[in-house]
T-cell receptor, first 113, second 115 residues
């Protein structure tokens, strides 16, 4: 089955700096790669996603890049703010909407003042 | 955006009792719903996938007789933890998917504590 690895497990950056989180996946059939932000005691919230026919996607301060050949994708957050502090999860899915997501192990991002 | 709710948000039950958690898609029809379990400082682990009107598909290692899933309608799925034990204490999260969207919409989660 699919295996998703995520690094780093913890990341501390100063406010205003950029943060990068990287994930690799094993199933070459994976075609959908979402990123979630989870705050303490809450469910995951989708922040950005990318499909396999696109190499990069950007939404304001957040961007995701996908390298299908290398089977890795990355989340980039620019101009970080204290409210960006949370746990971030990457995920991958092969197949349609009824197929399951496989999650990475998570990255705890701390944005310090 | 699509909204998924869960009820209750928190529940405490005694060991040996059963507890039911509801997951509802409020403004769309969910053809598929998923149930996850998350232990502290860990990732989400898929427990089962359910489609409306059919039996749930459980992940390896998840006891289907202990975690009963019912997907009775396109807007409601329930997870019943039977004969709960302290080791079942966890954060249970559901998500819902519709045919027209790539997204999976997550609920806010239910904190289960078994004493």
């Amino acid at each position: 089955g699919e295996n998703v690895e995520q690094h780093p497990s913890t990341l501390s950056v100063q406010e205003g700096d950029s943060a990068v989180i990287k994930c690799t996946y094993s199933d070459s059939a994976s075609n959908y790669f979402p990123w979630y932000k989870q705050e303490l005691g809450k469910g995951p919230q989708l922040i950005i996603d990318i499909r396999s026919n696109v190499g990069e996607k950007k939404d304001q301060r957040i961007a995701v890049t996908l390298n299908k050949t290398a089977k890795h994708f990355s989340l980039h957050i620019t101009e970080t703010q204290p409210e960006d502090s949370a746990v971030y999860f990457c995920a991958a899915r092969a197949g349609g909407t009824a197929s399951k997501l496989t999650f990475g192990t998570g990255t705890r991002l701390q944005v310090t003042l | 955006g699509a909204v998924v709710s869960q009820h209750p948000s928190r529940v405490i039950c005694k060991s040996g009792t059963s507890v039911k958690i509801e997951c509802r898609s409020l403004d769309f029809q969910a053809t598929t719903m998923f149930w996850y379990r998350q232990f502290p400082k860990q990732s989400l682990m898929l427990m089962a996938t359910s489609n409306e009107g059919s039996k749930a598909t459980y992940e390896q290692g998840v006891e289907k007789d202990k975690f009963l899933i019912n997907h009775a309608s396109l807007t409601l799925s329930t997870l019943t933890v039977t004969s709960a034990h302290p080791e079942d204490s966890s954060f249970y999260i559901c998500s819902a998917a519709a045919d027209y969207s790539y997204e999976q919409y997550f609920g806010p989660g239910t904190r289960l504590t078994v004493t």
